[in-house]
């Protein structure tokens, strides 16, 4: 069955008498899936073993008539106010010491054993009761693991599971204390049970323990998942698993998140939360988070929630412009969604969302936003049974380790680096290029790239300096960055050498002083031309390496700025501060020549480029993301199958090229 | 008796032995009325059932001898200190669950049945006490409720008053779940008991919720209020009741705290709170909360509070301009204010309000504040009695209601959109046209009115529909905006047509798409000249209606911003968009011309003309607020009965017309 | 023996077999002290009563062995985890209700009774181990007092500390009420056991209750001190006490906290807190720091942390240039210090500060600050030795008083007014005139200045009233500012006539008006000449002063700014109000020309130049705090003893001139 488009879609806030309505509307959209339930706990389960599964199964039945399947989510971020009622120990409690409460949603303790025991009951029975219905294809763990939980939980269950899960971890407390260095400030812990989570102290705590804190609440998080995962794959044998990502959100190691899912899924919104500056995220910062989410497990994925219309809870996205709801869900599919899933059908008429619009508006009758996404499935429906399951091929991957952004997150350094942004900066002059890019994690194999950017390695271990040694003598090229090799993995600065320690060799440099560059930049000079760059500045002494850029200014006016050293058949580059937007295009340009990684093509400013590739044919998408008329120039061998040659504002084109 | 002039005043914060001097004072000052006590329990009631009265006695008794009546005000703000021992449940809490302790003031929770006991046996004491004695001519219940309530209480008495008020309101649980929308999220509740107050969650409240607290927490308050109003009136026949407001506060439904009031006062502080942006509220803003405190009742008022020097607590206000604290007096006079009381006689030597200065100084030696209300007062109360209940008849009015308002602070929709900002500045056009303007609210009559503009009606009922459309059937003209029709009054969306809903016949247009300006704004042409307008654009398909404004940019160029629709013998028109000053000037001229509405005569830039109008004449104000000498030329029958043609920087001149 | 200068040191935080290593590296280099241990109770008692000092035993020997001797703090902010985990009371909580745990440093509540008496037990226990080492020459009592207690501790022990200091001071409840003047708000106390600490009400406190809070917070630090200063005393009797203050730090009265120590000592950072707007401080801020830390006990002082590399803790300071570092100590000796002690030896590799940098890099290896630091050593330490215990010898004298600052913390008046800093403009104008400034308290004499400068001596007594009286009637010349004799020392206004009370006689000047400058600046006409002043003026009526300057805007066009006037001998200047930098180098220029106060030379802009006079010698530095080369034109009798004539980019020269 092919499953290409579909809608998220709430039955319960409608009148029964709607229903038939919505699901020919979708049949006629061209919709083939709908996602249900996944906030439906106090409707299903009405009160403590009473479930009313009949208003699902009727929902699932009309819209199966019309021909569409059915995905489930299991409704574990909203337990009822009945179970609060009984076990308000449920709640969670903030840094603070604040218990947060009813009246939202997420208002529960991912640790606590009585929620647990609640979710183990319900979600058994609801799979009991889903397992064989031939419309259900597959199920939705919970809804966006970790949204709203930045700040929990610290209640006393958790604070129990944290020190166990240390304990776990060091196996003694005086290994805890040898490698936390609870010497520092008299922290010294006789026993786990003294360990506290880090709430509010008179000032800061210990950055060791915040970033075992960080990895306990991701693993949390993922064991929450995998409780239900057991629950159901024990249960319906043949029906998929999967869970809705958020791009670059950072309380969850989504590597470890998507290992036990069939795939992944992700939720794709270009405007941002509402709060977020508008008009919202660059059309790079999209695609780096699809390339991203593709990379979690170098599969194709699915669109659980695709914008369909503007954000909004107290306040309102900016209204996305005609052709832009369509530009954004066909930029996920070029970037490898096999299935794109709106959210949503129609938009809520109470509670907090009410503004966050759908496909139709509050008054129910197609408009705009519906007649353009389903003129664009129309179109672009067929082709994606072509290429399903195919990816771009890339050539360049930029690493990305949760563990790295947690160690900034606790320490920034400079109060404006952030090792997310900093990844994407080598990812937009790539994207800029219209080079495919994959994102990958520290465990991948590195060989089948010609280049590899690593910035920001600042945990670091043996084995992870061999993996960088190996890759760049067997003839790979290896971009490294400041602040690499400074400390363990359990956030403790290395000291038996200069920086970047382990990897000096490899890069030919070593670093003995550095800059933070509060209240200044610096002038960089690159190919004889002037560039800025920003926030640090490693002072680096070439050993073997050579030097490509220099600092222009200040006490270390002359010292390189980048520098790349040889190493068997590939070269390791380092680069010591952050160029500015023109430096990373000159240097990915050189970088990218030396490397023979060749473009996608050429296309006008605002025009992204991206392809599907099968084992005969590539699919290019050319993506106008801009507001006027766009030209195309394609290869004599690109033949176009979807769009016309002058992309429209906010216009898509499709070309198949054969290999 | 003629009562114009007072100043409020606390003797128990001097030496008796002043008491005399300062009576004698104020006497030669011209005041007629002193307010007292409305912050002194500790003083009149020192421990339990000890009643101490006997010092408020004897001043009540000098001041009378020096020509001059007394207002009480009910201590009920101040709970002392050894209630508060006794029962410390009668602290506040907020809404992220932490106690308000004592040390200030407003440290009460309104509801508490303890402290009611408390406030019933002292005010039952006092009124008794004060019920026959001939100089206390009137009461103010508590002071300014409200204040420093924002965001109180959330203990357990207030949840279930609050629990209570929900029961009473919606008969059933079911009811509530349905008409609240708490399938949304799985909020639906068992029994009201379960029902949380806003307090902290890990994200939102439910808007219907959010809605409904507010209509409690005015509704509590207001009936705070009452609970005293009905010990006193009880007991003290002959004597009035009042209460002194906060302008455009937005705590309370003022028209529902006005109600059982003999008249309402107003506190009116034209350099604002000292936190406030300085040098204080522009003219317009004045005028505009005199206008909305007139409206209250429809009636003259007082003012309990009249600024008399800066302001301060630990920061200070801008000290007022020589004449300038006589020109504020007399606008509140010429707005409708009938008595106006200073505050305060001299300022405070201890307690956190020592900096908000009086009309002495600390010194206690009459000085340059003294004299210029001396003088102001000489000139004024003599004319005051002469107009002495006259209201303005206004031809314009703005419909004012808080629960659009609330529903707007649960829902800005823009960061930057605000209900009574936004009537504001229709207020403001109005103003700069020297046109007198009522503020009513929505059950007024509006067929008294030439010309009504409604901003922002996104609550709607049929029945306020059908008001709107027999006021313009009768020959009315009415002035609809953006988000008018949106939701009923639960706070949810209407579901069953395009916007205006029900509306859309009487204005001719349908709205099917909107777009909230974040980052931008946009361009109108109106008359064929250009003009700018931000926040909102609604997208609006005229059906019978005639566009008189158009968007000149981005993807509805062309459409309407602002329409007029015409039904009866009247005509609607509906905005589509927040205009920016210079359009809503021009917007307003056609208005007002088209409606046959005159302006009270032409004044320099900065001269605010008002008028006071009796059976027999009109008294013409104006109010020079700027720093330079202003020339007037008033019409051939203006006599002048204060001050010169030439006004003074802050000048003052009033004119007697025989109508 | 010689102690010049000397480093802090963790040897617990490195493995023993590296000791020898850094105690050789410190010995080359010059050191000659070490401090140890004042953050490392748990190394040192690891369980209750089980003392393990062998391993602080061991460095100090082996320091000893390499020329060094000890200086050692007493442990006290950091109670380890099995304290708090038996007595977790000894948390403290803040003002918002909120306990602060355990995890960084500073979580206890001074007041603590079972904290007192483990602080008891331990500290004696440390007293007799090491009071005959020779190699130990002295103490420091706890570490940095009042670091992170801003908001602490609200506690029920401190509490009932607070209401027993108070019944201390006040006697009985009626005279603390009649002094507080709780009559307003109806806040009068019936027992002292109804006084809360200021914690959060619906608003503001009383600021008599927030002075007294703030009196007793800086005596209960105090006495916290005391009473380890007693039991080290008792035991320890040839080892100095000394504490490590922190500049302008605003918590307690370093003149109290300084009183029993044997000398001060002081922590200079001159980049800053890593929080702190960067580069850092401005050298004039730094000179000012170390004048007052001298006039604690108007005597020479240590530096017991002196800024050896970058600061960091989450966010990194600005790297020093090369030389600031050497600069930095050599502005430090130049100003008083006797002993510079660098913090730190080597920034640790691991806990909260690990980017708060050392001597040493994380590699331990010597680098560019170890070279630069030794070098300054080796030509510096020969010459201290010569001008040991001497003093400046200033003619001029700023007052300074902590209860001054508090009484403005509370209420700042304008939002940027800041005791603290006012009082450095006035530096300011004296530091750039090169002339050396005493920094004294309100006991001190002022006979022996040529001019005191005493800015908004808000508080007054008759007392402090007849000091200034005598000092000008014996020829001084006196400057006060605006705000002075407002109040009492119970924060309440004086009421028995205009400003400036009881000083108006010597001043010569009355003021009955004044205007906090909200949202405007002013014109100030001074010698002829245009300048601006800001956040306050007052408006001065002279009686007997003549005036200097005038204000030229607004309605107080023409009235004075500043006026002198003459008593006796001597002249007391008014200013009322808050010159820009222009001004005040010019009023600063009169006052020193008609004072006859000496310069002590010419030098380039950013060059300091200092003085540490002995009974034959004066020493005269010269710190070029510029990153430019300097041409300095030292006077014919200027021996020049250290540096060049032409200063390098922040560089340093000693000159010798005989008396």
Not at 32 to 53: C, H, Q, T
Not at 151 to 179: P, T, V
Not at 460 to 477: A, I, L, P, S
Request: aromatic share 12%; hydrophobic share 35%; net charge negative.
């Amino acid at each position: 069955m092919k499953i290409r488009f579909g809608a998220d879609y709430y039955p319960e806030h409608w009148p029964r008498e709607r229903w038939e309505t919505d699901a020919k509307l979708m049949e006629e959209m061209g919709l083939d899936v709908i996602r249900m339930a996944e906030f439906s706990w106090s409707k299903m389960e009405p009160s403590l073993g009473n479930y009313n599964f009949g208003w699902l199964d009727e929902a699932i039945e009309i819209l199966a008539r019309h021909g569409m399947k059915t995905v489930l989510g299991t409704p574990t971020a909203t337990p009822p106010a009945w179970i609060i009622e009984q076990s308000p120990e449920i709640l969670p409690v903030d840094s603070k010491g604040r218990t947060r409460g009813f009246g939202g949603r997420h208002h529960d303790c991912q640790s606590n054993p009585v929620y647990r025991a609640h979710i183990h009951r319900f979600v058994t029975a609801m799979a009991q009761h889903y397992k064989d219905n031939p419309n259900v294809i597959g199920w939705q763990i919970d809804n966006e693991l970790g949204n709203s939980h930045n700040d929990l939980c610290h209640c006393s269950s958790c604070r129990s599971h944290f020190q166990e899960w240390l304990a776990n971890k060091y196996g003694s407390i005086d290994n805890l204390n040898a490698r936390w260095g609870t010497a520092f400030w008299s922290q010294t812990y006789d026993k786990f049970e003294q360990i506290p989570t880090p709430m509010i102290t008179p000032n800061s705590h210990n950055p060791s323990l915040l970033l075992d804190w960080k990895r306990f609440h991701s693993d949390l998080i993922v064991e929450f998942q995998q409780f239900q995962i057991d629950i159901i794959r024990d249960i319906c044998k043949d029906q998929f698993i999967t869970h809705n990502l958020m791009g670059f959100f950072g309380l969850i190691d989504y590597f470890d998140l998507g290992k036990n899912l069939d795939f992944v899924s992700h939720d794709q919104y270009a405007t941002g939360y509402f709060d977020n500056p508008q008009p919202g995220k660059s059309p790079q910062r999209l695609g780096a988070e699809l390339d991203f989410v593709r990379g979690v497990k170098q599969q194709t994925f699915w669109i659980m929630e695709q914008q369909s219309g503007p954000t909004g809870w107290e306040i309102l996205g900016r209204t996305p412009r005609p052709g832009q709801l369509a530009l954004w869900a066909a930029q996920t599919v070029a970037h490898g969604a096999d299935t794109v899933v709106f959210f949503r059908w129609r938009p809520c008429s109470f509670g907090t969302e009410e503004y966050w619009h759908g496909i139709l508006h509050h008054s129910g009758v197609p408009g705009r936003r519906y007649d353009e996404l389903k003129n664009m499935i129309s179109q672009l429906a067929p082709l994606m049974d072509e290429f399903k399951g195919a990816l771009p091929e890339s050539e360049v991957a930029i690493l990305y380790s949760y563990e790295q952004n947690w160690a900034f997150e606790i320490q920034p350094h400079h109060p404006k680096l952030n090792y997310t942004h900093q990844v994407q900066k080598y990812y937009k002059a790539l994207y800029d290029a219209q080079i495919p890019v994959d994102f990958i994690n520290h465990k991948e194999d590195l060989s089948k790239y010609k280049l590899v950017i690593a910035p920001l390695q600042f945990l670091m271990t043996r084995k992870m300096e061999d993996k960088f040694k190996d890759y760049v003598k067997q003839g790979g090229r290896l971009v490294l960055t400041m602040r690499t090799g400074v400390k363990n993995m359990d956030n403790v600065c290395m000291t038996d050498g200069h920086l970047p320690g382990g990897l000096g060799d490899l890069l030919g440099i070593e670093i003995k002083d550095y800059d933070c560059l509060r209240a200044m930049d610096m002038g960089v000079e690159f190919e004889g031309k002037a560039y800025r760059s920003e926030k640090w500045c490693d002072i680096v002494s070439p050993t073997t390496a050579r030097t490509i850029a220099s600092y222009t200014e200040d006490f270390y006016a002359g010292t390189p700025a980048i520098t790349v050293g040889k190493a068997g058949k590939g070269e390791a580059y380092y680069v010591g501060t952050e160029p500015d937007d023109n430096l990373m295009r000159e240097f990915i340009k050189l970088l990218t020549r030396i490397s023979g990684i060749s473009s996608l093509g050429k296309a006008p400013e605002g025009v992204e480029l991206v392809r599907r590739r099968t084992s005969t044919f590539d699919y290019i998408f050319a993506l106008n993301h801009t507001e006027e008329i766009q030209e195309l120039e394609p290869a004599a061998d690109w033949q176009q199958v979807l769009g016309e040659k002058e992309l429209a504002p906010y216009g898509i084109a499709v070309f198949k090229v054969k290999r």
